[in-house]
């Protein structure tokens, strides 16, 4: 069964890193829902988060594949761990009226969502959230006419813990 | 200093004595180091894909990391295949090629092609210089990852002008440092008690061994192993020579054109001991009833190898040598018992053959097999790709490791006249023997006269049966006969569809090219006969000869191999001709 795995690859920051690392999966055929990258504290690491909808077997050959690459770090299936925190960023553009405006902002409030531009049609927000508040937030916004909005893909990061390293 | 003398200096560091390679704009600054230094041998090759061949048949004979030298654009494009084919193969050559200069990447400039972009997939790892201070650090890094772990090509790509670059301080990197590669070569110890224990356990245990045994000279430990266990024993392509072809408890080959036994053995085997092996789709057939009734252990350096095929029951990943030194001891003596008995039965049963004497031409086979009377144990064979090469696995007499040159993973038709010229060069002093079809060796024929003139003394032996015989096989077995596109003699006057010269009186006494005038052309001994008692004479007089040869035998046209496994059935459905 093919089920939603967020994975996060550790690698050395070099020219190419995101191209071996997306190149990889589709020469083995793998179908990518989203993919970030972006170097870390230490300049010289660089961490992408992917999200696969893969089989379990799939995945495995995914993450031994990913780890082969030689400036592969580290290969963190986090799908089934809790002491991840989970995001996902979205900006979203959706039109209004006299009528709407209202009732949007009032659910802008109810989500935390940042309002960036507003004009006479459109209003245009933010919100960082983990991925099911984000799903929900689209599906509200709907009914007034979502113009369009970017998503940024997932990422991730542990949360503190003495016994565990962070990665 | 200027970054062609850094790369020159860096390359003697990694002990590189021996380059193939061909020129072009991008190299010039590099070949005029070599120009002024005689530490390192240079063989200029006719084509670049024999350049990266030869760098391969070199690397797996002499066990050092082949080099290959290749200008931008075409030249580097031209040794894909064989990046791709030591790829598969797991050899380790390391492939520099020239780029256009740095201020040009991306330009589109005249033979600029993306050379890290092109080899990603192909390769183990690959560079592109850009500040020829780097230069050191990144050939000590390429041949480091190229021989290390599950070696591999590594593809280094050169600006131009970073040769000419001046480096005022040049440092020599004295450790190999890489953040994320860091090969386990040593074998989890829980794990290798679970198959010291399962081995105890089972009642019909098999030996399934590869190429990694020969990467990691575990020939003693394998060996010591089949003897103190008595564990029937089987052998990939790639590992054949790691244990000598008439050795106790050794069944042979399984998998497509592997022999009876080894095959049955597979099919009913309780316990699947997997060594340095890749679960190939030749040797499984059938991933779904391969081995069913086995419990798997898999013994690999590389972990993505485990389970990427076949289910390990018991995973251990690290090199085989150490590993196998463990099992040896841990584990106490076994005794042949019933399952030795069947299994040798099967092999006593099922010998592979040919029937030369009811044949009025030569088998191909008989010549495979006559060269078992002129050959040592030290004989070097090289093989392309096809019939010739499934029967050269079979009937040649393996007796050593690093001795069989064959393209087991990728299967390139033209690997085998550049892999020999490679190994030859690399070994001057023993005997190569070239296996090749009549189809293979066109290939990379322009090869002959970098023989002739280097006086590289590979010994050429065609068995031209004017077929493309591995397909038209499969054509013969599995497609009605309907022989398109694999008939070597066809030419403008056929008639639209042949099934083979037996329907057909017409068929054309032509054949092209004239092999024996194509050997003599470029300063090649050539001999040829068609005659089966001639076979024995001109193997005599063409291996005893001081020089290359290339020795031409026409051979029976439409000679299947078998037995066979068709692609896709478990490993006991087996076809066995006539």
Redesign the interface.
Same mark, same amino acid.
């Given at each position: 069964m093919k089920e939603k795995h967020t994975i996060i690859v550790t690698?050395?920051n070099k020219?190419?890193v995101l191209?071996?690392i997306s190149? =990889?999966l589709a020469?083995r055929g793998f179908n990518i829902e989203s993919i970030i990258g972006a170097h870390t504290e230490d300049p $010289?690491i660089y961490k992408v988060t992917l999200v696969l909808k893969e089989s379990d077997?799939a995945i $495995?050959?995914v993450t031994?594949?990913l780890?082969? =690459?030689?400036?592969?770090?580290k290969v963190t299936d986090i799908s089934h761990k809790d002491n991840y925190i989970v995001r996902e960023y979205i900006i979203i553009k959706v039109k209004v009226n006299q009528n709407t405006r209202s009732d949007i902002i009032e659910l802008l409030n109810v989500f935390k969502a940042k309002l960036l531009d507003i004009s006479q049609t459109h209003i245009i927000t933010e919100l960082s959230a983990n991925v099911r508040k984000i799903d929900r937030f689209i599906d509200l916004m709907k009914p007034y006419g979502v113009s369009n909005y970017v998503r940024s893909g997932e990422f991730a990061m542990t949360e503190f813990n003495k016994k565990i390293k962070n990665i | 200093m200027k970054g062609s003398k850094i790369l020159l200096e860096s390359l003697l560091k990694e002990d590189v004595d021996t380059i193939f390679g061909y020129p072009g704009g991008s190299v010039i600054p590099i070949l005029d180091e070599f120009y002024n230094t005689n530490k390192i041998k240079f063989l200029l090759t006719r084509h670049e894909q024999g350049a990266a061949h030869a760098a391969d048949g070199y690397a797996r004979v002499t066990q050092k990391v082949g080099v290959c030298i290749v200008t931008s654009g075409p030249g580097a494009t031209n040794t894909i295949t064989g990046i791709a084919n030591a790829k598969l193969d797991s050899i380790p050559i390391v492939v520099i090629s020239g780029q256009v200069p740095s201020g040009n990447l991306g330009t589109d400039a005249f033979q600029e092609t993306d050379m890290?972009?092109l080899t990603?997939?192909i390769s183990?790892?690959n560079y592109?210089i &850009?500040e020829a201070k780097d230069i050191p650090k990144i050939i000590n890094e390429a041949f480091y @990852?190229a021989k290390s772990g599950r070696p591999g090509p590594v593809t280094v790509d050169i600006p131009v002008d970073l040769m000419m670059q001046e480096v005022k301080k040049v440092v020599y990197p004295t450790k190999t440092k890489?953040?994320?590669?860091n090969p386990n070569i040593k074998g989890n110890p829980k794990q290798i008690d679970k198959l010291v224990n399962a081995i105890g356990k089972s009642k019909k245990p098999l030996l399934y061994i590869g190429g990694g045994v020969i990467i990691s000279k575990a020939e003693k430990e394998l060996q010591e192993l089949m003897k103190k266990t008595n564990i029937p024993t089987v052998s990939t392509m790639m590992g054949l020579g790691s244990i000598p072809y008439n050795s106790v408890n050794y069944l042979g080959m399984p998998g497509m054109h592997g022999v009876v036994s080894a095959n049955l053995a597979i099919s009913e085997c309780d316990l699947l001991i997997a060594v340095g092996v890749r679960f190939d789709d030749r040797i499984t057939g059938s991933r779904d009833t391969f081995a069913r009734d086995a419990e798997v252990a898999h013994i690999d350096i590389?972990?993505?190898e @485990?389970? &990427?095929n076949i289910f390990a029951d018991i995973p251990i990943v690290g090199d085989a040598k150490n590993i196998l030194k463990e099992l040896n001891s841990k584990l106490t003596s076994r005794k042949k018992d019933d399952w030795n008995k069947k299994t040798n039965n099967w092999k006593k049963e099922n010998p592979l053959k040919y029937d030369q004497k009811n044949s009025k031409g030569i088998l191909p086979q008989f010549v495979i097999d006559k060269v078992n009377e002129f050959a040592s144990a030290d004989t070097i064979i090289a093989t392309d790709v096809g019939q010739h090469q499934m029967w050269s696995a079979q009937f040649y007499h393996h007796k050593k490791p690093n001795r069989y040159l064959t393209s087991g993973g990728l299967g390139t038709m033209g690997y085998g006249l550049p892999a020999a010229m490679g190994a030859a060069y690399g070994f001057p002093k023993k005997e190569v023997i070239l296996f090749t079809g009549d189809g293979s060796i066109q290939m990379n024929i322009q090869e002959l006269a970098t023989l002739a003139l280097n006086k590289i003394n590979v010994k050429i032996i065609i068995l031209n049966n004017s077929f493309l015989g591995m397909v038209r096989q499969w054509q013969d077995l599995f497609w009605d006969k309907n022989y398109s596109a694999t008939c070597l003699r066809r030419n403008s006057e056929c008639k639209a569809q042949c099934k083979g010269p037996e329907n057909d009186d017409d068929c054309p006494n032509l054949y092209l090219p004239d092999f024996v005038k194509v050997a003599e052309a470029n300063g090649v001994k050539g001999l040829r006969t068609d005659k089966v008692k001639d076979v024995g004479k001109i193997l005599k007089e063409g291996l005893e000869y001081d020089g290359p040869v290339l020795m031409e035998f026409l051979v029976e046209k439409e000679e299947n191999v078998y037995p066979m496994v068709p692609a896709g059935k478990m490993n006991n459905e087996i076809l066995f001709g006539d």
């Open positions: 690698v050395v020219v190419g191209a071996r190149g =990889l020469q $010289e077997r $495995e050959q031994k594949q780890n082969k =690459l030689v400036d592969t770090i | 890290v972009g990603r997939s183990k790892h592109l &850009k @990852i890489l953040l994320g590669y590389d972990p993505a @485990i389970g &990427k």
